[in-house]
């Protein structure tokens, strides 16, 4: 009934805005041997230097201060430096000064990664919400010229956490071009910890998403269930079945929960074939697929159009939370459209994402979609317009960025549900 997906082989070349993964090595043939012009008066490619620095995000001051890297330089760093087309890669570890550097390049496009775990001691060094801390991470992808090339590269500060979303991918399509298909979408869950997570019982929700400056239902208005320190306000939760040890995710596994666990391009052709989903959110009006577990409802929604849960195109606030008494938590009404909700309390959210769409429109976005306590920064502004799905950024020895940004942690790219790009 209940199939994990198998660790992924992570590929450690990653872009930090779009975590792109590449082939390269300074040297080869074919596609990734162009020398991009670099040949000198005597008919010979000019070789180049690449000077790296690797050092944390302004955002990321503080954790550079509780370590002692004053200059934010992370030393002792595993770089990857690849150049398009080829298929290998240089590795190096930064020096004493946060900085490596790479020689006899080719010229040409190349990516780099970089990734440093944190000793116990360090991790020692960092108190309240940053003790969650254990990686850090960051890479992007530059021109190599010759003589020399001299890049900065950001490195982002992850609180791995444990459950964490992997991908987003809800998109609402028009195949016919008439009528709206909503129900292709699916959640991808990882395990980003280094044990054994136990899904029984733990809570996949729609979170409070109405955030937009509305004449009748203004930021200021809807503040006190939208920016909540004590916990998220949801339209309405699932929970995964079992009685306990059930259903185990072991560390670098992931698992799908569908809204319709179906092949969907049998009506959409740029739809998933869902029907291997491991989970799916069962409403009153779907096809129940047996070879996929029922999520359990819980509200106070009701499934919505009889599908189960899903989210918005261009809105969606995904909350994944632990094993809580969810009747016995507190109950409101909204004060506009009347909506009931339900708040999970902070102690018990595990992960939560925050998109906001592209589109502006009349009325503006209200500055956090959830406390900061969830969210580090405004949502993250992308349409699934532009691409079918949302991926958080690995960044490499199977853990994935977790800075509480999503506007830094996901990146668009086509839906690979069951499978860590």
């Not at 000198?40 to 490619?45: A, L, N, R, Y």
């Not at 185990?248 to 740029?270: K, M, N």
């Not at 853990?399 to 086509?414: E, G, H, I, M, W």
Request: proline content about 5%; glycine content about 10%.
């Amino acid at each position: 009934m209940y199939r994990p997906m198998q660790r992924h082989v992570w590929i450690t070349a990653l872009c930090a805005a779009i975590a792109g993964c590449g082939g390269g090595g300074e040297r080869g043939t074919g596609p990734g041997s162009d020398t991009g012009g670099a040949i000198d008066t005597t008919g010979q490619v000019q070789r180049a230097t690449v000077s790296l620095a690797i050092e944390l995000t302004t955002v990321d001051s503080a954790v550079a201060r509780m370590l002692g890297w004053s200059d934010a330089r992370v030393r002792q760093a595993d770089v990857s430096l690849q150049r398009d087309g080829a298929a290998t890669s240089l590795t190096a570890k930064t020096t004493a000064d946060g900085t490596v550097q790479f020689t006899d390049l080719i010229p040409g496009h190349y990516r780099v990664s970089a990734f440093r775990a944190l000793t116990t001691q360090e991790r020692s060094r960092l108190s309240g919400e940053l003790t969650e801390v254990s990686v850090v991470g960051g890479g992007g992808d530059f021109d190599v010229q010759a003589p020399t090339t001299a890049r900065t590269i950001q490195a982002n500060a992850s609180r791995r956490g444990t459950l964490v979303i992997s991908e987003y991918s809800f998109p609402w399509r028009q195949p016919d071009n008439a009528t709206w298909y909503l129900f292709g979408g699916y959640l991808e869950l990882y395990n980003n910890s280094d044990t054994t997570i136990y899904l029984d019982g733990k809570i996949v929700a729609r979170g409070w998403d109405y955030s937009r400056d509305f004449t009748n239902e203004t930021c200021a208005m809807n503040a006190k269930f939208r920016n909540d320190p004590e916990g998220i306000w949801v339209y309405d939760a699932y929970r995964f079945p079992g009685s306990g040890r059930d259903v185990p995710l072991a560390p670098g596994q992931a698992i799908v929960v569908a809204t319709d666990a179906v092949d969907h391009r049998a009506i959409d052709p740029q739809g998933y074939d869902l029907s291997g989903a491991n989970f799916e959110f069962i409403g009153t009006s779907d096809v129940d697929n047996p070879a996929a577990a029922n999520m359990v409802h819980l509200g106070p929604g009701q499934p919505l159009r009889g599908h189960g849960l899903f989210y918005y195109d261009d809105v969606g606030l995904p909350v994944i939370a632990d094993n809580v008494d969810y009747a016995s938590l507190q109950h409101a009404v909204t004060d506009y459209f009347a909506t009931p909700v339900v708040r999970i309390p902070a102690a018990a959210i595990l992960d939560v994402a925050t998109f906001t769409s592209t589109y502006q429109g009349t009325y503006k976005w209200c500055d956090q979609v959830v406390n900061q306590k969830f969210e580090s920064q405004p949502a993250n502004v992308m349409s699934l317009y532009d691409a079918k799905a949302f991926h958080r950024i690995p960044l490499g020895g199977g853990v994935l960025q977790r800075t509480k940004t999503s506007a830094r942690d996901f990146y668009p790219a086509s839906g690979t549900p069951g499978s860590i790009p």
